[in-house]
């Protein structure tokens, strides 16, 4: 089942937004080339396909890619990719833990999906596009009874990391919890002292991630390639906040 719902912008007529599943390679090229637009953009990222204008890996195929549609201009607005544990085991690892050594992972019980590569096109960054996509992976995550959902969640390092020391001296004290799983990074962060006053905004995908209940893992990983910290994010089904539940429908 997808969901169409309407938005206002500004400066621009109602938006109807579909949420769809990306079946066959030319939804999937639509899907690489907003993550390429987004990712190269706001990241300067070093991406596998730039030369064609995408954002491309081995992964791709093996996962299940959601979308926002634009039914207006007909444009895909937000993406991102899903890998169940059945197609992780073909491959012989998630994507995560190509950052991360995840203690614990084999004795989560339950079906696991992980999600990744989550990207929404700047013109539409608003609580209604995600919460269309949310509805979408609500879709999926109900369709395969998958207990838990994990992926990474990156905070930019253009800076040097001061935004994310200061992001993270915050989720340490709100949002931390290794009860489930450990996940220690490949590539720690330089350690930076801060003051405890200095505070920074947490990045939109991060900021939804933690309204919906997921919870850090770990200490961040830096990802050269992109140039960000990447953080690992657990969030247990039956755990969501009630306040963003609605958006999970009977996943809860």
Not at 67 to 90: F, I, K, P, Q, Y
Not at 141 to 162: K, T
Request: hydrophobic share 40%; aromatic share 8%.
């Amino acid at each position: 089942m997808t969901q169409i719902a309407r938005t206002r912008d500004s400066s621009t007529a109602p938006r109807r937004l579909h949420a769809e599943r990306l079946m066959g390679a030319t939804a999937l090229r639509e899907a690489q080339a907003l993550r390429f637009r987004v990712f190269s953009a706001e990241f300067n990222a070093t991406l596998h396909g730039a030369e064609l204008g995408l954002d491309m890996d081995d992964y791709d195929r093996h996962c299940v890619h959601i979308g926002v549609r634009d039914l207006n201009s007909g444009r895909l607005v937000a993406t991102t990719r899903l890998l169940d544990h059945h197609a992780a085991r073909r491959i012989g690892r998630y994507y995560s833990e190509e950052e991360f050594k995840l203690d614990g992972l084999a004795h989560l019980p339950g079906p696991i999906l992980e999600i990744g590569r989550t990207c929404v096109d700047p013109a539409y960054r608003n609580g209604g596009t995600i919460a269309v996509l949310w509805s979408e992976l609500a879709e999926v995550l109900n369709e395969g009874g998958y207990r838990y959902l994990m992926g990474c969640a990156s905070i930019p390092m253009q800076d040097g990391g001061i935004q994310a020391a200061a992001i993270m001296q915050r989720l340490r004290e709100r949002y931390l919890c290794t009860e489930h799983l450990r996940a220690q990074p490949k590539n720690p962060l330089p350690s930076l002292d801060l003051p405890s006053n200095v505070i920074a905004q947490l990045p939109p995908l991060l900021k939804a991630y933690m309204r919906l209940g997921a919870k850090i893992c770990g200490e961040p990983c830096w990802d050269p390639e992109f140039q960000v910290a990447d953080v690992f994010i657990l969030l247990k089904r039956d755990e969501l906040c009630p306040r963003y539940a609605r958006h999970f429908k009977a996943a809860v």
